[in-house]
């Protein structure tokens, strides 16, 4: 094997191939929440199929009847059992117990963690300490079934619902620790207009990813902005 895991003599495969991932069914885990919304919109306004996922059915069906787009509602384990690949968008106080409980449902799919797991103060956001080590390890640890990336942690929610803003420019940083997965969200952030997915390393390096969320806080709240990330050279 090469040392990007191609077998010997192969034609090494180029980073910027990425799968067609239009028929996948893609759920929302959080998404009634802004956050969860604004991803669900940018996907199915893409001609995504997808479902947003909520404690309550009747939430669900209610949001997802206000996003239009063929967007549909169910509680969040027919969202789970429903959906090919599944973005997990909730707050971080209950994203270990929801996960856990939807094990057997995410069993074998590619679970999309952007969770930041953040605290507020005087002096304003901060990230928190997870035990093992970031919201997306945590997952990780507790879906040992499902195939846990990290994604879409820097993308603005306000952005994200305003229909004015025809593009997002700004780069997803796509981190796992299996390639066919990473691909696979890589292109699923290429369907929304102005957005690239970049690979940024395996999983155990999401603990940053999802710190710096607290600095472009602090980065839109003195300068008015919806900042994101831009990766250069790339």
Known sequence: MSDNGAPQGAVPRSAYDLP???????????????QGRGLAHRLSVAGQTVIVGS?????????????G???????????????????????????????ASLAVELEGKVVVDCVNPL???????????????????????????????GAFHHVSAVLLLDDSVDTLDTDILVLGDDREATDTVQALAARIPGMRGIYAGRLRNARQVEAMTANLISVNRRYKAHAGVRVTDV
Request: hydrophobic share 45%; glycine share 12%.
């Open 119 to 149: 605290g507020f103060d005087k002096q304003g956001a901060f990230a928190l300490d997870v035990d093992e080590g970031s919201a997306a390890q945590q997952a990780a640890s507790v879906l040992p079934a499902s195939t846990v990336v």
């Open 69 to 99: 787009h063929g967007v549909q509602g169910a509680d969040n384990a027919a969202c789970a059992a429903r959906s090919d690949l599944v973005i997990v968008a909730v707050p971080y106080d209950g994203h270990r117990d929801l996960l």
């Open 55 to 67: 404690r309550s059915a009747e939430r669900a069906e209610a949001a997802a009847a206000e996003l």
């Open 20 to 34: 067609d991932v239009s028929g996948l069914v893609v759920g929302v885990l959080g998404g009634t929440g802004e």
